[in-house]
């Protein structure tokens, strides 16, 4: 979540949730319901997973406050960014505990994680212009460099490298690259405004950066972040939230924009082509986080929800290949989605991170 997003988030529009009144004998009922699916799921789905399909369920344990930033660790273990600190999931989200101790206070913004010559590690973006660095089985973050940004980090990005992590960070000053595991960094792209997300096109490599503050959204690089250039043709609006990338495809979430145009969908490569992707989502939504599954630019004859998008207080929004956006379920929380993660398998888990903590919601 960006500048943008943060002053959309300390001001937000009031919301209200509609009370749910029902007869003891019903609501008796209900609860015994939920707790033979609940048993089911234990046994068939997943051991450790309480939550019934369908249906957003909190975390059992785990911050209990803004999460701002997910990660996916190549040797397996989920990350999750928020104010508390950076906390860690071994069983797909169902429980959460807090990894190492000196962060300074504030925001965490974006999370990495890489195998690095140096060591494993995850990368913290953080409030204040620095990024944290935490080897795996350390006990304590770490620096790592110098100052990048004036007043914050916020995206971190690590691609796929062979020795030394190379690490790519969007701030409040431009774009960052480090080859070393973040011990230096070096700028290869000023920007007056803020880099609030950072993706790869896993099938062509080409790297994006979304931007806030500025009527030109987009960056591109073709040379692994050396360079980067504004991408040619139509852009998405300010301010840019999130990004996802597909084989073939360029997904990007927008905050402030009018008519329901919160996602955009451009061809991977150049972003050429770019269009909002309205129908189904509501007028004052904002594209807050998005994911997808592995098969997001699958053929249009599935119905199965593969691409998904975080809003500013109306929940989480899917859609298949060709389909319209659907809600899935309601909340969570109080609406607000500020990141997402798909937890992949033959019944994938969505992870929404709120401003009261981690919810999973698994898939039909």
Known sequence: MGVAAREGWRSPAKRQSLPRKAPLLALAF??????????????????????????WNLAATGPRSLVHAFARAPWGTLYAGSPQGVYASVDGGVTWRPVGHGLPGGEVWGLAAARDAGGDAVWAA????????????????????????????????APPSGGRAVILAGSDEGIFRSTDGGATWTRVAAIVGAVTTL?????????????????????????????????????????????????????????????GEAVWSGRAGDAAGAAPLTAGLPGDSHGMALAGTASSA???????????????????????????????????????????????????????????????????
């Open 126 to 157: 953080t409030e204040g212009g620095f990024v944290y660095r935490l080897h795996v089985g350390a006990g304590a973050w770490t620096r790592a460099g110098a100052s990048i940004g004036t007043q914050s980090v916020y995206a971190l990005l």
């Open 30 to 55: 209900a609860v015994v319901l939920v707790a033979l699916i609940a048993l089911a799921a234990r046994a068939v789905l997943f051991p450790s997973d309480q939550a019934a399909a369908g249906t």
């Open 199 to 259: 993706a790869r096109d896993p099938a062509g490599g080409a790297l994006y950066a979304g931007l806030a503050g500025l009527p030109d959204t987009l960056r591109v690089s073709r040379d692994g972040g050396l360079t980067w250039r504004t991408p040619g043709g139509r852009l998405p609006p300010p301010s840019v939230e999130a990004l996802l990338t597909t084989p073939g495809h360029l997904y990007v979430g927008v905050m402030r924009t009018q008519g």
């Open 298 to 364: 699958s053929s249009a004859s599935s119905s199965d929800p593969t691409l998904f998008v975080g809003t500013m207080g109306v929940g989480v929004y899917g859609k298949a290949a060709g389909g319209a956006w659907t809600r899935l379920g309601s909340g969570p929380g109080d609406g607000t989605v500020t990141a997402l993660l798909v937890v992949p398998g033959p019944r994938p888990v969505v992870l929404a991170g709120t401003s009261g903590g981690i919810y999973r919601l698994r898939l039909p």
